[in-house]
Nanobody
């Protein structure tokens, strides 16, 4: 059974940085895409970034392009989201999720989800 565990959230001032981690276990992930999504209160869950596990291709939402970087450590089965130049509008619960074989930015296309980690950016 796949398990995804996020960590690294917290409270940071605008302009600051945080690095989120998502540790994956339960099977091999060579042909998967790991995505990061976020959900703010009263809003729908939205795509943030994704990475192809075996090759490392990356994808970003326009709202975070140039500020966030997704990466992975295959040996640790862990995906990271480095978030720089944070803004108050980045405040949300951040989730990592897995999708097999093909890239998608749609949350309903991802089958396995972590529990989420809160990121709060103060102005």
């Amino acid at each position: 059974q796949v398990q995804l565990v996020e960590s690294g959230g917290g409270l940071v001032q605008a302009g600051g940085s945080l690095r989120l981690s998502c540790a994956a276990s339960g099977r091999t992930f060579s042909n998967d895409y790991m995505g990061w999504f976020r959900q703010a209160p009263g809003k729908e869950r939205e795509f943030v970034a994704a990475i192809r596990w075996n090759i490392g291709n990356t994808y970003y939402a326009e709202t975070v392009q140039g500020r966030f970087t997704i990466s992975r450590d295959n040996a640790k089965n862990t995906v990271y989201l480095q978030m720089n130049s944070l803004k108050p509008e980045d405040t949300a619960v951040y989730y990592c999720a897995l999708r097999r074989t093909y890239y998608s930015s749609r949350s309903d296309q991802y089958s396995d989800w972590g529990q989420g980690t809160q990121v709060t950016v103060s102005s």
